[in-house]
Structure formats: C-alpha cells, structure tokens
C-alpha cells in the first residue's frame, strides 16, 4: 500500500514527456548530428576560398656569404611576391564543385535529422 502512494504521488509530480521535448532532446544530444552539422558547417566556409585566389607568396632573401669585393658594395636583400595565376575558368570549375559538396552536406544533415526524428518518435510512441 505504500508502495502505491508512493508511485502514485511521483507520477502525479512528474512531467509529461511530449513528443517535442524528445526529438529537442534527441537532437541537442546525438554526437552524429553534431558530427554532420559540423561537417556541412565546414564544406560551406570552403565556398569561397575556392573562387578566390591561392598560394600567395612573400620572400626575403639577404646575401651573408660574400666575398671582400661584394660586403664593399654593401649587403644583398630582395623582396618579393608573388602569386600563382591559374586559369579564370578554373576558379569557377573549383567554387561550383565546392557548391555542390557543400549542398551534399546539407542534404545529409537534413536527412539524418529525418532519420534521427524517425527513430525518436517511433521509440516515444512504442512506450
């Protein structure tokens, strides 16, 4: 009999679980979820580093290996820059592929929140 008052009084003080409070849940604590947003997250940010310009380059060189004749004429020092130029279609090519992996991780991380609220909801509503 105490048994039953005391079961009794813990599930009138207990909250209900709704269907919504679950998948925040399932959503908030799946290292998968997480793992594929970051990805998705990732192939967006590349977008446009691979329209842009790469490698570019600056350079110092000093000369410290000189003869007699040579330190009289003073020290050698360059400065330079540069950049590698590819071909402009190219950029474009890279940029679009990126796109394209970038919306792959999208829809991945769209189904497998689909998959996750799937599997949430038919265990919320098998209890």
């Given amino acids: 009999m105490v048994l039953l008052g005391t079961l009794f009084s813990s599930l009138s003080y207990a909250e209900l679980l709704t269907p919504e409070m679950v998948l ?3 959503y ?8 594929v947003k970051a990805t998705a997250e990732a192939e967006k940010e590349l977008v446009s580093s691979e329209f842009s310009l790469s490698s570019p380059r600056l350079g110092f060189m000093r000369e410290t290996d000189m003869s007699f004749m040579q330190m009289e004429n003073g020290q050698m020092k360059a400065w330079s820059v540069s950049q590698e130029f590819l071909f402009p279609t190219k950029y474009f090519s890279k940029g679009n592929i990126q796109e394209t992996k970038a919306k792959r991780s999208l829809h991945e991380l769209r189904y497998k929140r689909l998959q996750i609220r799937s599997e949430s909801l038919s265990t919320y509503f098998k209890y």
């Fill in 24 to 26: 925040s849940e399932a």
């Fill in 28 to 35: 908030k604590s799946n290292p998968a979820l997480a793992a």
